[in-house]
């Protein structure tokens, strides 16, 4: 079986070659220097190493503003041009007009179809499903589309099994900030966990949201762990998946994370890497977020 697994990192674009404000540059990125020999920059957006392609990702679609997740996340899970749509940026949540075209035109609900398997591999604290009960349906693009249409969400049982993720990787604020007692995971422990899941299925997709986040210029007590655990978790993820049946492909919404200047989005290139069997065709042919989604489902069958 031929199989996908896509890494959502909210919040991640491609900037200036500026020591200062941008973190990529400034502290280094492993991942980016040993693979692709550099740091990907709006000076020097396309990197390629072996079967590996970084490059940037066009996240305003034609509309004016900083992108905003909810339209960003719609147009890159679903495939359309939601700002346009709206017409205007909208987030972090999706608009209302849009929330039919995610339940129904999502990734995760194209790989539930005819025999196909998707899986989400987030999995979610009590306080969401709390949150659920309460009928509040303020929720991002993928919850969205997963409460629409019934798919389960991960538990804090399907974590201790080693079947599904935290959005931070490893466990940790699970503990500190929600009073959990879960063990401590590796960055490598949690890659290695995210391939074996990903080669049961057609389509697995994992969303990391923390880079959002530091880029807001929040938690900056956290930017460390934050930063070089997700540095080794893709480093991990991208050198010891297997080429022959896996493709992986990393992406994001809008710019945000590299740089550092403002607390707001940017309107640079979103980060996009491909990799492993169709990572060439999706490098030719995904130009804008909104092409991610019918370009996996062409090359992936």
């Known amino acids: 079986m031929n199989s996908v697994l ?44 072996d079967k590996k392609y970084l490059f940037g990702t066009d996240a305003n679609l034609g509309v004016k503003g900083f992108p905003q997740s909810g339209t960003g996340q719609a147009s890159l899970f679903c495939g ?6 709206v017409g205007k940026h909208f987030g972090p949540f999706p608009y ?5 075209t995610v339940k129904e035109d999502h990734l995760l609900k194209h790989y539930s179809k005819k ?12 306080i969401f499903f709390d949150y659920l ?23 804090v049982t399907d974590l201790r099994k080693g079947k599904a993720l935290t959005s931070e990787i490893t466990n940790d604020r699970w503990n500190e ?5 879960l063990p401590l995971i590796k960055a490598q422990t949690a890659a290695h966990r995210l391939l074996k899941t990903a080669v049961k299925y057609k389509f697995t997709l994992y969303e990391f949201y923390m880079l959002d986040h530091l880029g807001h210029l929040r938690i900056k007590n956290e930017f460390n ?25 990393i992406c994001s919404d809008h710019g945000n994370f590299e740089d550092l200047s403002v607390k707001t ?37």
């Open 115 to 126: 025999n196909k398997s998707g899986f989400f591999a987030n999995a979610y604290p009590k």
């Open 96 to 100: 209302s007009t849009t929330i039919p």
């Open 177 to 181: 900030r929600l009073g959990y007692k």
């Open 6 to 49: 896509m890494i959502f990192l909210d919040g991640v674009g491609i900037g200036k070659k500026d020591k200062k404000y941008n973190p990529f540059v400034k502290y280094g990125f492993n991942t980016f220097k040993t693979i692709f020999s550099g740091i990907p920059t709006l000076e020097n957006p396309f990197l390629i190493g």
């Open 133 to 155: 009960k309460s009928d509040r349906t303020r929720l991002g693009v993928t919850a969205t589309c997963c409460r629409l249409n019934d798919f389960r969400f991960n538990t």
């Open 265 to 301: 989005h940017t309107r640079n290139p979103s980060l996009t890497i491909t990799a492993g069997k169709y990572a060439e065709d999706l490098f030719n042919s995904v130009k804008s977020i909104n092409d991610i989604k019918p370009a996996i489902i062409k090359y992936c069958r």
């Open 225 to 249: 762990n934050i930063y070089n655990t997700l540095d080794l978790f893709l480093f991990t993820i991208l050198t010891e998946y297997n080429d022959k049946i896996l493709t992986i492909i």
């Open 80 to 85: 359309f041009n939601a700002p346009k749509q």
